[in-house]
C-alpha cells in the first residue's frame, strides 16, 4: 500500500489513502504488519476464531508470545539470564514498578534527569526511598545529555536510572554512560532501534507504542542476578518475579500478537544492526536540512541530537503553526512538537521509511522559499 510519495492539492484528509505519520506515539506501524493482521481477522489460520478471542493458555497463542519473547532476545543478542516481560499500565507504571521492587528503604537510586520522563520517573521514586538526581539538564529546556563527568554519583546507589531518548525534546544517549551500579533505562522510544551494550543493564523498559508495536503492553527485559535483588514484600502484580516464573494472569494478547508481527517484520529488515544503520541515514537527511538554512533551528545540541525524535524550530510560533497545518495538506500528519519545547517535531521510529523523511525534507525546501 503506497504511501503518498509528494505534496498535491487534493485534501488527503478525505482520500482514504495512507499518509506519512511522523506521530511521537502511538506511533506508526510497519503497513506490512497491518495487512497481515487484516488477513487474520475474523479467523487466524485453522483455528476457527480470532488470535483476541482465544484462551492466553492455549497452545495458538502460546506460540505467538513465546514467538515474541525469542526474537526480542535474539535480536537483542540476550543471554538466558535474561527475562522478557509483557506488562500493562504503560512505561508510566515503571516509574513505580522499579524503585518497588529495586529501590532498598535504607539505601538509594540515582537518576539523571533529562526531561519529562525522567522527572516523572523521579517523582514516583521519591515516594518510595531516597534518590539522587546525579545530573539534570533542566535549567537549558533539557536540549543535551548531561556529559558523564559532570554526574554526582553515589556509590551506594543500587541503579541509574536513565531516560536513553528522550522523544519530547528529541534527545538522545549516544552510547550507555560508564557507572559502577546497573542501569536501568526508560528506552520507550529508541527500543530496538539500535545495538545496546546489555551487559550494562539490569532493566529496560519499554511502553510497545513508539517503536515495536500498539498502545497497550509495556515490554520489560529483567536480568536473574538483578531480579534477585528484590528486596520488600510487594503486591503480587507489581513483582516483576511473578510474570517472570510464569503467565500469571491475562496478558494484553493483541498488543503481544502485533509486536511479535513487528519483530518479524524487524528480522526481515536486517535486524537491529541493519535497521540501525538506515535510522542514522533518516536523521542525518533531517538534520542536515535543518543545518543548511537559518531559518530551521534544532532544538537539542548536536552532539546529543535524537535519531528517533527530530525537534526544530521555525522563526515564529505563527510560521510553526502555519508549518504543521500545510504539511498536514500536503500528507505529512503529526508534526507539531510537544507544547514543552514548541516548534515541530518529527518522529522517524523504525518503521518509518526513507521515503517519508525525504517528503519532509522536500516539503520544508518549499516552505522556506516560500515564507523564509
Ligand atoms: C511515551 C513515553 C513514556 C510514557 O509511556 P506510557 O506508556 O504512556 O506510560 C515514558 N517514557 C518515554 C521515554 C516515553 O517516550
Same mark, same amino acid.
Given at each position: 500500500?503506497?504511501?503518498?510519495?509528494?505534496?498535491?492539492?487534493?485534501?488527503?484528509?478525505?482520500?482514504?489513502?495512507?499518509?506519512?505519520?511522523?506521530?511521537?506515539? $502511538?506511533?506508526?506501524?510497519?503497513?506490512?504488519?497491518?495487512?497481515?493482521?487484516?488477513?487474520?481477522?475474523?479467523?487466524?489460520?485453522?483455528?476457527?476464531?480470532?488470535?483476541?478471542?482465544?484462551?492466553?493458555?492455549?497452545?495458538?497463542?502460546?506460540?505467538?508470545?513465546?514467538?515474541?519473547?525469542?526474537?526480542?532476545?535474539?535480536?537483542?543478542?540476550?543471554?538466558?539470564?535474561?527475562?522478557?516481560?509483557?506488562?500493562?499500565?504503560?512505561?508510566?507504571?515503571?516509574?513505580?514498578?522499579?524503585?518497588?521492587?529495586?529501590?532498598?528503604?535504607?539505601?538509594?537510586?540515582? @537518576?539523571?534527569?533529562?526531561?519529562?520522563?525522567?522527572?516523572?520517573?523521579?517523582?514516583?521514586?521519591?515516594?518510595?526511598? /531516597?534518590?539522587?538526581?546525579?545530573?539534570?539538564?533542566?535549567?537549558?529546556?533539557?536540549?543535551?545529555?548531561? =556529559?558523564?563527568?559532570?554526574?554526582?554519583?553515589?556509590?551506594?546507589?543500587?541503579?541509574?536510572?536513565?531516560?536513553?531518548?528522550?522523544?519530547?525534546?528529541?534527545?538522545?544517549?549516544?552510547?550507555?554512560?560508564?557507572?559502577? /551500579?546497573?542501569?536501568?533505562?526508560?528506552?520507550?522510544?529508541?527500543?530496538?532501534?539500535? $545495538?545496546?551494550?546489555?551487559?550494562?543493564?539490569?532493566?529496560?523498559?519499554?511502553?510497545?507504542?513508539?517503536?515495536?508495536?500498539?498502545?497497550?503492553?509495556?515490554?520489560?527485559?529483567?536480568?536473574?542476578?538483578?531480579?534477585?535483588?528484590?528486596?520488600?514484600?510487594?503486591?503480587?502484580?507489581?513483582? @516483576?518475579?511473578?510474570?517472570?516464573?510464569?503467565?500469571?494472569?491475562? $496478558?494484553?494478547?493483541?498488543?503481544?500478537?502485533?509486536?511479535?508481527?513487528?519483530?518479524?517484520?524487524?528480522?526481515?529488515?536486517?535486524?537491529?544492526?541493519?535497521?540501525?544503520?538506515?535510522?542514522?541515514?533518516?536523521?542525518?537527511?533531517?538534520?542536515?536540512?535543518?543545518?543548511?538554512?537559518?531559518?530551521?533551528?534544532?532544538?537539542?545540541? $548536536?552532539?546529543?541530537?535524537?535519531?528517533?525524535?527530530?525537534?526544530?524550530?521555525?522563526?515564529?510560533?505563527?510560521?510553526?503553526?502555519?508549518?504543521?497545518?500545510?504539511?498536514?495538506?500536503?500528507?505529512?500528519?503529526?508534526?507539531?512538537?510537544?507544547?514543552?519545547?514548541?516548534?515541530?517535531?518529527?518522529?522517524?521510529?523504525? =518503521?518509518?521509511?526513507?521515503?517519508?523523511?525525504?517528503?519532509?525534507?522536500?516539503?520544508?525546501?518549499?516552505?522556506?522559499?516560500?515564507?523564509?
Amino acid at each position: 500500500m503506497p504511501a503518498r510519495s509528494n505534496a498535491s492539492a487534493s485534501d488527503p484528509s478525505t482520500s482514504g489513502e495512507r499518509l506519512y505519520n511522523f506521530c511521537a506515539g $502511538p506511533a506508526s506501524l510497519p503497513v506490512e504488519v497491518l495487512e497481515e493482521v487484516k488477513e487474520e481477522l475474523p479467523v487466524y489460520r485453522d483455528i476457527g476464531a480470532s488470535m483476541l478471542e482465544i484462551s492466553h493458555r492455549s497452545k495458538p497463542y502460546d506460540r505467538v508470545e513465546e514467538s515474541a519473547r525469542g526474537r526480542i532476545k535474539h535480536l537483542l543478542g540476550l543471554t538466558d539470564e535474561w527475562n522478557v516481560l509483557f506488562l500493562q499500565g504503560g512505561a508510566s507504571m515503571q516509574f513505580h514498578q522499579v524503585p518497588l521492587n529495586f529501590l532498598p528503604s535504607e539505601g538509594t537510586a540515582a @537518576y539523571v534527569d533529562t526531561g519529562r520522563w525522567s522527572t516523572k520517573a523521579i517523582k514516583e521514586a521519591k515516594l518510595l526511598g /531516597a534518590v539522587q538526581v546525579a545530573a539534570s539538564s533542566k535549567s537549558s529546556n533539557f536540549d543535551r545529555i548531561p =556529559a558523564s563527568d559532570e554526574w554526582e554519583l553515589n556509590a551506594n546507589a543500587s541503579y541509574v536510572h536513565i531516560t536513553t531518548n528522550n522523544t519530547i525534546y528529541g534527545t538522545q544517549f549516544s552510547t550507555e554512560p560508564e557507572v559502577s /551500579a546497573p542501569l536501568v533505562a526508560d528506552a520507550s522510544s529508541d527500543f530496538l532501534s539500535r $545495538p545496546i551494550d546489555t551487559e550494562k543493564y539490569g532493566l529496560i523498559y519499554a511502553g510497545a507504542q513508539k517503536n515495536v508495536g500498539p498502545a497497550g503492553v509495556t515490554i520489560v527485559l529483567v536480568r536473574d542476578d538483578f531480579l534477585e535483588r528484590r528486596n520488600r514484600p510487594l503486591p503480587t502484580m507489581l513483582d @516483576y518475579g511473578t510474570h517472570a516464573r510464569r503467565r500469571f494472569n491475562t $496478558p494484553p494478547v493483541f498488543a503481544i500478537y502485533l509486536v511479535e508481527k513487528v519483530m518479524r517484520w524487524l528480522e526481515a529488515q536486517g535486524g537491529v544492526e541493519a535497521i540501525a544503520e538506515r535510522n542514522d541515514r533518516k536523521a542525518a537527511l533531517l538534520y542536515d536540512r535543518i543545518d543548511s538554512s537559518d531559518f530551521y533551528q534544532g532544538h537539542a545540541r $548536536p552532539a546529543d541530537r535524537s535519531k528517533m525524535n527530530v525537534t526544530f524550530r521555525l522563526p515564529s510560533e505563527k510560521q510553526e503553526e502555519l508549518f504543521c497545518a500545510e504539511a498536514e495538506q500536503a500528507g505529512l500528519l503529526s508534526l507539531a512538537g510537544h507544547r514543552s519545547v514548541g516548534g515541530v517535531r518529527a518522529s522517524i521510529y523504525n =518503521a518509518c521509511p526513507m521515503a517519508a523523511v525525504e517528503a519532509l525534507v522536500e516539503f520544508m525546501e518549499m516552505f522556506e522559499q516560500r515564507h523564509g
